[in-house]
């Protein structure tokens, strides 16, 4: 089993920055992808950014690209999303999720993820 939890969302103007953390625990993490989602009122789930629990590397949906920045703190067992330049349009419930097996990828398919956190809230006021 593995647990996630996020936390830092909160309500920020148009142009501002906010970091979400994201705190796992469970099994070990060495094989898995982690990924971070967000779905806005009436949308489907969409993808962030992902990343390798070991290694560096990283990917990004196109429009969070140059804003956004996936890290990790492995002593920590935590997973971040720094978010800059925030536009209204990213007001979404933001999730943490995890697959726990090893993929060639890094996924941008939720399905491809087998544990989620509860999710945190941002809005971006204009």
């Known amino acids: 089993q593995v647990q996630l939890v996020e936390s830092g969302g909160g309500l920020v103007q148009a142009g501002g920055s906010l970091r979400l953390s994201c705190a796992a625990s469970?099994?070990?993490?060495?094989?898995?992808?982690m990924a971070w989602f967000r779905q806005a009122p009436g949308k489907d789930r969409e993808f962030v950014a992902a990343?390798?629990?070991?290694?560096?590397?990283?990917r990004y949906a196109d429009s969070v690209k140059g804003r956004f920045s996936i890290s990790k703190d492995n002593a920590k067992n935590m997973i971040y999303l720094q978010m800059g330049s925030l536009d209204p349009e990213d007001t979404a419930v933001y999730y943490c999720?995890?697959?726990?097996?090893?993929?060639?990828?890094?996924?941008?398919?939720?399905?491809?993820?087998?544990?989620w956190g509860q999710g945190t809230q941002v809005t971006v006021s204009s």
């Open positions: 999720a995890t697959r726990t097996t090893w993929a060639p990828y890094l996924s941008s398919n939720p399905s491809g993820y087998n544990y």
């Open positions: 469970g099994r070990p993490f060495s094989s898995n992808t």
């Open positions: 990343m390798r629990w070991s290694g560096d590397n990283t």
